[in-house]
């Protein structure tokens, strides 16, 4: 008995597509409340052409005299702190980390005690850590690199326990049989399977930290961020187009540099 | 067997003199830098005393005005939601018109040149400019992660159209279908599925940050934030900060459903 010709294939089954429409509706339905119920003064908004126009014709031309006698320093403090703040990251993320992946620490309640550490550390923004931080040490680097390192946990963290979890179980199993303690069995076991993993992640998070470490300076921890918020403050708009130029120089530099260590190592 | 047929293949896991020069090279950096940036162990310790003073007056939490909150938290997730929306539409376009395998370089260096940009700035930095540019409220937040998303989502989308297989493409373009019909049905079904995934990644993305736009005065709960910071309000800022994670928890698990969803 051959099927019948008329037989209708589908992608998706009923359900399938049901719940598809229902996202796509909930989302509209709740795009259309949001733009009925957002305060918006339209009057800006006409305004803004003009506001734009204002703003360039201040920031023009750009004060790089401004650059050797503030910016320099503020933005190799920026760059100390991000990569400081990236290594404190590491030192406090591979403990939390090897305790969150569920094939090395057996205990249920540790994995959720280290999961609930990675997501408050990645839901707090670094903004708001910045703040925190600036009212537990005073405002100054040591408050931004605190800081960074705080918000990058979750990120380095979270990784690191996916990239332990992934890890082939052969060679631990080879070195258990034959005795090795679990120290080594750690450092000659999973920590070669992870290493290019959480190297990776290292550079990744090093690249964004140091865009979030030149603006966590707006609320006092340090930086080109302290610098940006003085010249705006003061309205020296020429001095701030310097110090987005540089850094976006900074940024762009840091994302070539990573891209090519990544691309020797991995 | 005998002895001489035992090779010697020295030791089984040979020493790594490279790794541990860099680890003391890192050592050694974080040395340099923390001197650098004055941060010391006196200054750390003294700090905890006072995050221990911090924290004692964080809690108990105050939701006494909890209606405020409800409000600005519900202001936070409508500058998301407006975003995302925004963002997602104008990232379709700008991802299509920056892939390499499908336009010409003069049309694709331009858009690149957008989407680096609009990658590079912190979302803060784009809420200042906002902020002079539209004045203080949640339009400048919006607008701000209106650029956040086309960065983030647009350079993702033209990665994935630049990874598509092009046989479609010569089939549909072989049979002389025109130019919309090609992206639509050569291009778009074998990206839209990844293209949903760093949509709704976006979406989850833009709540975050939504939270911190009003810090610089972009709208939000961000601004409520500060404003407890600087009036020493801690207890308020404890319910914040709480609600805060709350909101970011729940998004996070309604943005899993929607991802199984669409698998």
């Given at each position: 008995?051959?099927?019948?010709?008329?037989?209708?294939?589908?992608?998706?089954?009923?359900?399938?597509?049901?719940?598809?429409?229902?996202?796509?509706?909930g989302f509209a339905a709740a795009l259309s409340i949001s733009l009925r119920s957002v305060q918006i003064i339209?009057?800006?908004?006409?305004?803004?052409?003009?506001?734009?126009?204002?703003?360039?014709?201040?920031?023009?031309?750009?004060?790089?005299?401004?650059?050797?006698?503030?910016?320099?320093?503020?933005?190799?403090?920026?760059?100390?702190?991000?990569?400081?703040?990236?290594?404190?990251?590491?030192?406090?993320?591979?403990?939390?980390?090897?305790?969150?992946?569920?094939?090395?620490?057996?205990?249920?309640?540790?994995?959720?005690?280290?999961?609930?550490?990675?997501?408050?550390?990645?839901?707090?923004?670094?903004?708001?850590?910045?703040?925190?931080?600036?009212?537990?040490?005073?405002?100054?680097?040591?408050?931004?690199?605190?800081?960074?390192?705080?918000?990058?946990?979750?990120?380095?963290?979270?990784?690191?326990?996916?990239?332990?979890?992934?890890?082939?179980?052969?060679?631990?199993?080879?070195?258990?049989?034959?005795?090795?303690?679990?120290?080594?069995?750690?450092?000659?076991?999973?920590?070669?399977?992870?290493?290019?993993?959480?190297?990776?992640?290292?550079?990744?998070?090093?690249?964004?930290?140091?865009?979030?470490?030149?603006?966590?300076?707006?609320?006092?921890?340090?930086?080109?961020?302290?610098?940006?918020?003085?010249?705006?403050?003061?309205?020296?708009?020429?001095?701030?187009?310097?110090?987005?130029?540089?850094?976006?120089?900074?940024?762009?530099?840091?994302?070539?540099?990573?891209?090519?260590?990544?691309?020797?190592?991995? | 067997?005998?002895?001489?047929?035992?090779?010697?293949?020295?030791?089984?896991?040979?020493?790594?003199?490279?790794?541990?020069?860099?680890?003391?090279?890192?050592?050694?950096?974080?040395?340099?830098?923390?001197?650098?940036?004055?941060?010391?162990?006196?200054?750390?310790?003294?700090?905890?005393?006072?995050?221990?003073?911090?924290?004692?007056?964080?809690?108990?939490?105050?939701?006494?005005?909890?209606?405020l909150l409800v409000a600005n938290l519900m202001e936070t997730v409508e500058i998301a939601i407006i975003a995302s929306a925004f963002g997602i539409?104008?990232?379709?376009?700008?991802?299509?018109?920056?892939?390499?395998?499908?336009?010409?370089?003069?049309?694709?260096?331009?858009?690149?040149?957008?989407?680096?940009?609009?990658?590079?700035?912190?979302?803060?930095?784009?809420a200042?400019?906002?902020?002079?540019?539209v004045?203080f409220g949640p339009l400048a937040g919006i607008l701000t992660l209106i650029?956040?998303s086309?960065?983030?989502?647009?350079?993702?989308?033209?990665?994935?159209?630049?990874?598509?297989?092009?046989?479609?493409?010569?089939?549909?373009?072989?049979?002389?279908?025109?130019?919309?019909?090609?992206?639509?049905?050569?291009?778009?079904?074998?990206?839209?599925?990844?293209?949903?995934?760093?949509?709704?990644?976006?979406l989850d993305a833009n709540l975050r940050n939504s939270t911190m736009v009003g810090?610089?005065?972009a709208g939000g709960i961000g601004g409520t934030?500060?404003?407890?910071?600087?009036?020493?309000?801690?207890?308020?800022?404890?319910?914040?900060?709480?609600s805060i994670?709350?909101l970011v928890?729940l998004s996070?698990?309604i943005?899993?459903?929607?991802?199984?969803?669409?698998?």
């Amino acid at each position: 008995m051959s099927p019948s010709p008329l037989r209708k294939w589908e992608r998706f089954t009923f359900s399938e597509r049901l719940a598809r429409f229902a996202v796509f509706l909930g989302f509209a339905a709740a795009l259309s409340i949001s733009l009925r119920s957002v305060q918006i003064i339209p009057e800006f908004l006409y305004d803004a052409p003009t506001q734009v126009a204002d703003l360039f014709s201040r920031m023009w031309p750009m004060d790089f005299a401004y650059y050797p006698a503030g910016i320099h320093d503020a933005m190799m403090e920026t760059l100390h702190i991000a990569t400081l703040g990236t290594l404190l990251a590491i030192v406090m993320a591979i403990p939390i980390g090897i305790l969150g992946a569920n094939n090395i620490v057996h205990f249920p309640l540790l994995n959720w005690l280290s999961k609930l550490i990675l997501v408050s550390s990645r839901s707090v923004n670094s903004l708001v850590w910045a703040l925190l931080f600036v009212a537990v040490f005073g405002p100054g680097p040591l408050a931004g690199t605190v800081c960074i390192g705080f918000r990058s946990i979750g990120f380095v963290g979270k990784l690191f326990a996916e990239a332990l979890e992934e890890v082939d179980p052969g060679p631990i199993e080879a070195l258990t049989a034959s005795g090795a303690p679990w120290f080594s069995v750690f450092l000659k076991g999973y920590w070669p399977q992870a290493a290019p993993a959480f190297w990776g992640v290292f550079l990744f998070r090093w690249d964004i930290n140091v865009r979030e470490s030149a603006v966590i300076g707006l609320v006092g921890a340090g930086g080109i961020g302290m610098v940006l918020d003085t010249a705006l403050n003061l309205f020296f708009w020429n001095r701030v187009s310097v110090i987005l130029l540089s850094i976006f120089v900074v940024v762009i530099l840091a994302e070539l540099f990573v891209t090519a260590i990544r691309k020797r190592i991995i | 067997m005998t002895a001489d047929t035992a090779k010697n293949f020295g030791p089984a896991f040979k020493t790594n003199w490279y790794a541990r020069a860099g680890w003391l090279a890192a050592f050694l950096y974080a040395a340099y830098a923390a001197n650098y940036l004055d941060v010391s162990w006196i200054r750390f310790l003294r700090g905890l005393g006072n995050g221990a003073e911090f924290l004692a007056e964080m809690v108990p939490p105050n939701f006494s005005r909890w209606q405020l909150l409800v409000a600005n938290l519900m202001e936070t997730v409508e500058i998301a939601i407006i975003a995302s929306a925004f963002g997602i539409l104008f990232s379709l376009p700008v991802g299509l018109l920056a892939a390499r395998n499908l336009m010409p370089l003069w049309i694709t260096w331009p858009f690149r040149t957008f989407i680096a940009l609009c990658r590079s700035f912190h979302p803060v930095i784009f809420a200042i400019l906002f902020v002079k540019a539209v004045g203080f409220g949640p339009l400048a937040g919006i607008l701000t992660l209106i650029f956040a998303s086309i960065g983030f989502i647009g350079k993702l989308f033209t990665e994935a159209i630049e990874e598509i297989s092009l046989k479609p493409l010569e089939a549909l373009r072989a049979s002389g279908a025109p130019f919309m019909s090609v992206i639509i049905y050569a291009v778009l079904p074998q990206v839209l599925n990844r293209f949903i995934g760093f949509s709704s990644y976006q979406l989850d993305a833009n709540l975050r940050n939504s939270t911190m736009v009003g810090i610089v005065g972009a709208g939000g709960i961000g601004g409520t934030l500060f404003a407890a910071f600087q009036r020493f309000d801690y207890d308020f800022l404890a319910a914040i900060l709480i609600s805060i994670i709350a909101l970011v928890m729940l998004s996070e698990f309604i943005s899993t459903r929607i991802k199984k969803v669409f698998q």
